[in-house]
T-cell receptor, first 112, second 111 residues
Framework: DAGITQSPRHKVTETGTPVTLRCHQT?????MYWYRQDPGHGLRLIHY???????DKGEVSDGYSVSRSKTEDFLLTLESATSSQTSVYFC???????????FGPGTRLTVT | GENVEQHPSTLSVQEGDSAVIKCTYS??????FPWYKQELGKRPQLIID?????GEKKDQRIAVTLNKTAKHFSLHITETQPEDSAVYFC??????????FGGGTRVLVKP
């Protein structure tokens, strides 16, 4: 599983509250990603990082911010959660050696 | 940006038959095309991939073909088994980064 963990694995929060999801990897891969998965929409890229402090937006970045202060950690923050952000969030890495992308176990977020 | 279309959205096959899923992409610069299998409640798992310098790749019962001219690629599963039941996603990217996914195909293998 490419040494990827996500925390928390499940979270229920109320509309308007801030939420931070954490992705941790143990193999020092350069590229890290956050996707969301919703029925009927497949997997959509929110933000990605190509190194410490280097991040960029994906196709559905509105309402989300990210930070990467260390190679191993990539944080996704919902500044003020909305019900439309109820989803399953997957972190992923691209293997520096193989060029293949592997996913973390996912975080199920429910915004009530 | 890249756009990936995947068909069919659902596929029901009899055990032992073959299953074929097709994807088209829009960006001619894309050169990496992975396929993922996702079981209910689990993470997507990479099952096979192909790069643009190759036309076909096989791994046991699964194979992927790529037609760069037509900008489409396909997943073939032969001798399907009940454990092949899952949702399959195709994706396209340039050099393995920033994957753009198709909408997914739910495959049901009936015993």
């Amino acid at each position: 599983d490419a040494g990827i963990t996500q925390s928390p694995r499940h979270k229920v929060t109320e509309t308007g509250t801030p939420v931070t999801l954490r992705c941790h990897q143990t193999e020092n891969h350069r590229y890290m990603y956050w996707y969301r998965q919703d029925p009927g929409h497949g997997l959509r890229l929110i933000h990605y990082s190509y190194g410490v402090k280097d991040t960029d937006k994906g196709e559905v970045s509105d309402g989300y911010s990210v930070s990467r202060s260390k190679t191993e950690d990539f944080l996704l923050t919902l500044e003020s959660a909305t019900s439309s952000q109820t989803s399953v969030y997957f972190c992923a890495i691209t293997s520096d050696s193989l060029g293949e992308q592997y996913f973390g176990p996912g975080t199920r977020l429910t915004v009530t | 940006g890249e756009n990936v279309e995947q068909h069919p959205s659902t596929l029901s096959v009899q055990e032992g038959d073959s299953a074929v899923i097709k994807c088209t992409y829009s960006d001619s610069a894309s050169n990496y095309f992975p396929w993922y299998k996702q079981e209910l409640g689990k993470r997507p798992q990479l099952i096979i991939d192909i790069r643009s310098n190759v036309g076909e790749k096989k791994d046991q019962r699964i194979a992927v073909t790529l037609n760069k001219t037509a900008k489409h690629f396909s997943l073939h599963i032969t001798e399907t088994q009940p454990e092949d039941s899952a949702v399959y996603f195709c994706a396209a990217s340039i050099s393995g980064n920033k994957l753009t996914f198709g909408g997914g195909t739910r495959v049901l293998v009936k015993p």
